[in-house]
């Protein structure tokens, strides 16, 4: 049972920067690979980054690949995602996920089984 909740959020101005955090609750949370998925108005959810249980392997979407840094902290049931170089085109609602079984972390929101709730980012341009 692992229960997330996101912070961090904004407004921001093209080009600049915020650090989303994602705290998890439950004694399992050290077992579960952990994403970043992003919904704008009037568009699908889409996977934005992802990291594994140990932190060692991650993936990004082509577009923030090299701007967007996920990383986790086990000891601190923590989960970030830095962003750097913001674009009007993130703006969006972001949201923290979380899945015990899968070892690769997967682009694919039906896999996660644990969601916050989202916090809002915009970009002005």
């Known amino acids: 049972q692992v229960q997330l909740g996101e912070s961090g959020g904004g407004l921001v101005q093209a080009g600049g920067s915020l650090r989303l955090s994602c705290a998890a609750s439950?004694?399992?949370?050290?077992?579960?690979?952990m994403g970043w998925f992003r919904q704008a108005p009037g568009k699908e959810r889409e996977f934005v980054a992802a990291?594994?249980?140990?932190?060692?392997?991650?993936r990004y979407t082509d577009s923030v690949k090299g701007r967007f840094p996920i990383s986790r902290d086990n000891g601190k049931n923590m989960v970030y995602l830095q962003m750097n170089s913001l674009k009007p085109e993130d703006t969006a609602v972001y949201y923290c996920?979380?899945?015990?079984?899968?070892?690769?972390?997967?682009?694919?929101?039906?896999?996660?089984?644990?969601w916050g709730r989202g916090t809002q980012v915009t970009v002005s341009s």
């Open positions: 996920a979380g899945d015990r079984t899968i070892l690769i972390p997967s682009t694919n929101p039906a896999a996660y089984d644990y």
């Open positions: 439950g004694r399992t949370f050290s077992n579960c690979a």
């Open positions: 990291i594994s249980w140990s932190g060692s392997n991650t």
